[in-house]
């Protein structure tokens, strides 16, 4: 794990952009490449599909307005950490870094991360089975969720002093999509995980008096907009509200490594650029976002975030954040400890946050940010838990779809009362895996009547289980394999055949609109709500005689495994609503697609007590040990070390 040491706050970004060259170096060119809708130029045809979208939705020129917005201390900071880059940088790849750069890198980690491609399944759902169906199987779920934080005041520590604890859950990649660095110059100390290809620490960090830790806020910052669209002599036309306008359009070309050019047509109305459909289909979707409104990706925050000291000077700094929008607590040495929402969060019609609406209509305009967004102090006898889940009513003004309140329940019953919270009590919180979400669909397999001998036997394999994800489970690989079996039984239901047919937008939004994940995410509401005259139990015991006939594996582990590459695959213990939140997609795959890319535990009392991992190590090079000498760590829930004063 480097510690970066500078002269200066310019003379830290560049070492630090110097650095993660040296480290990740192919890791950041894939992202900048990414961020300018170029990877067809390295990766051929496959990449195309990822480069149209990012032409479309203006990428790479919202990175560069973002960046020319920004106060000169950040753009001066930004343009070292750049200098940094292609001082360190072997380039290999064609083109070169950017100022805006590590701002369109941001951008690419987080454009589909917020609600927009839901509201693609949303739209195709109410098509097919009405609005209603929405409530059963429109959520977000928890595929864009699983992340854990909390906070404990000085009177539940062993230390006396609050502490932070977490692990956020993303795409499991190899390289990993955090960095774990030290930075150091004048009037700067901090321990965080920064994203390769952008300067400072954005999401986690411990400047040695405060600390700061986020999760996902599952709000709604994204908007699509139904666009109708036509072609003129003069180019293309949309319908507003008081007629039909001119669009702004130019045609791109994306070069593809072994084949022709593609062209794309780039469109953009008053409500944002068109990312799906054209005039050639007479409509469109566009994309309309809080970055792009405002030319701001809050990337302001980085600065004073690096400088803080107090629980207000975080919360001062986070007033500047844009998106995504997190939940994030705070805490000093001082003893104060604080919880707000940062970020921005559009006031529109309540429609625009479920559905695309239609552009022409005035009704879901814009009409401000949201204010003043969900706050609070947390006592020093206080805990305070968030894991992407509803809380309460203060919620309902930021979004429409929260992840289920298992995590958050299990982790506030695991905390309880104690008094003796420290790093390896969080290790141990973080590796929990009850599944309390099991529950309601064992009781279905038990309704089941009629069964087999086999079949029998699986049953009581299953309602013998523990509830636990253990990797070497008998029981959690029998569950999970009649689980997946419904799962593909439903998405068979006549009911659901609309949605079975393939989808008119491009393949880069499957995973969004795939039927059988949807209902994998959603079986705990229709198990729930029985919903269209399903008959859920002659279905549980058809999935029973299924797993009967091949047999169950012998071990959750023997299927739910990471496989990073270059190094064997990882059997994982988790689920996906276990607080060891390791997501798969029943149904379609045991493989871990998602999990905690990092985990930490920051001390307020002593930093040098405070701990962290990540998945695999500093280098994206799969020939240099630091690469995955922390997977084993990782892999058995164990925390290191983060690096300590002496060592700068």
């Known amino acids: 794990m480097p510690t970066i040491v500078g002269s200066s706050i310019d003379d830290l970004a560049f070492e630090q952009g110097r650095v993660t060259a040296l480290d990740r170096g192919d890791q950041i060119e894939l992202d900048r490449l990414h961020a300018e809708g170029r990877t067809a130029e390295v990766l051929g045809i496959g990449g195309a599909g990822w480069d149209a979208f990012a032409r479309q939705a203006l990428l790479a020129t919202t990175a560069r307005e973002c960046f020319e917005r920004m106060d000169v201390a950040t753009q001066r900071f930004c343009t070292a950490y750049v200098a940094g880059v292609d001082a360190g940088l072997a380039r290999r790849q064609p083109g070169g870094w950017a100022p805006w750069t590590p701002l369109g890198i941001f951008s690419v980690q ?57 692990d956020p859950h993303r795409v499991l990649e190899s390289p990993g999509v955090y960095q774990q660095v030290r930075l150091v110059c004048p009037g700067v100390d901090v321990v965080g995980l920064a994203f390769p290809g952008v300067p400072g620490v954005q999401h986690f960090g411990h400047a040695g008096d405060v600390a700061w830790a986020i999760t996902n806020a599952m709000a709604d910052y994204q908007d699509l907009f139904v666009e109708r669209l036509r072609r003129t002599t003069a180019g293309v036309e949309a319908l507003g509200a008081e007629g039909w306008y001119a669009a702004d359009l130019r045609v791109e070309e994306v070069q593809v490594r072994g084949a022709d050019p593609v062209p794309v047509e780039v469109i953009v109305t008053r409500q944002g650029p068109v990312v799906l459909g054209g005039p050639d289909e007479g409509e469109g979707l566009s994309l309309r976002t809080t970055a792009r409104v405002g030319r701001d990706l809050g990337l302001g925050a ?58 022409w209509d005035e009704r879901y305009t814009w009409t401000g940010w949201l204010d003043p967004l969900p706050a609070s102090e947390v006592p020093p006898d206080g805990v305070l838990v968030t894991a992407n889940e509803r809380r309460g009513p203060e919620s309902e003004a930021i979004g429409h779809e929260f992840a289920p309140p298992h995590r958050a329940d299990r982790l506030r019953t695991l905390i309880g009362d104690r008094t003796d919270l420290d790093a390896d009590v969080a290790a141990d919180l973080h590796t929990d895996t009850l599944l309390p979400a099991a529950g309601p669909v064992v009781e279905l397999l038990e309704a089941a009547p009629g069964l087999s ?9 299953i ?98 495994a990471w496989v990073p590459g270059g190094v064997p695959a990882v059997p994982l213990s988790g689920d996906t609503e276990c607080v060891l939140s390791t997501s798969s997609v029943p149904g379609v795959t045991d493989v871990v697609l998602r999990g905690p890319v990092a985990r930490y535990v ?20 799969p020939a240099d040990p630091h690469h995955h000498d922390q997977l084993a760590h990782w892999a058995a829930g164990r925390l290191v070390p983060v690096p300590s004063k002496e060592t700068a």
């Open 453 to 461: 001998a086999g079949a029998g036997a699986v049953r009581a394999t």
């Open 602 to 621: 920051w001390d307020l009392g002593d930093r040098s007590a405070s701990r962290w991992i990540v998945p695999l190590g500093a280098s994206g090079d």
């Open 463 to 560: 309602t013998g289980w523990d509830r636990r994800m253990d990797a070497g489970s008998p029981g959690a690989a029998a569950f999970a394999a009649v689980r997946g079996a419904l799962v593909r039984l439903l998405a068979d239901e006549k009911v659901f055949a609309e949605l079975r047919s393939p989808s008119p937008w491009p393949a880069l939004f499957d995973p969004w609109l795939d039927l059988t994940g949807r209902l994998a995410q959603e079986l705990e509401r229709i198990v729930a709500g029985a919903p269209w005259g399903l008959d859920l139990v002659a279905l549980a015991g058809q999935a029973l005689e299924e797993v009967a006939r091949t047999g169950p594996p012998g071990s959750w582990g023997s299927t739910h």
């Open 302 to 359: 980085i600065l004073p975030l690096l400088r803080a000291r107090t629980v207000e000077d975080v919360d001062r700094a986070l007033d500047r954040w844009v998106e995504p929008v997190n939940n994030v607590v705070i805490a000093d040495r001082a003893g104060r400890v604080r919880y707000r929402v940062a970020g921005r969060v559009p006031v529109r019609d309540e429609r625009a946050r479920r559905l695309p609406v239609p552009a």
């Open 110 to 166: 987080h454009i589909l991360f917020g609600t927009f491609p839901t509201k693609l399944w949303r739209a195709r759902v109410a098509a097919a089975l009405g609005e209603d169906a929405l409530d059963v199987i429109g959520g977000e779920g928890p595929a864009l969720s699983g992340s854990n934080a909390w906070v404990a005041g000085g009177a539940r520590t062993t230390s006396g002093s609050p502490i932070i604890a977490g």
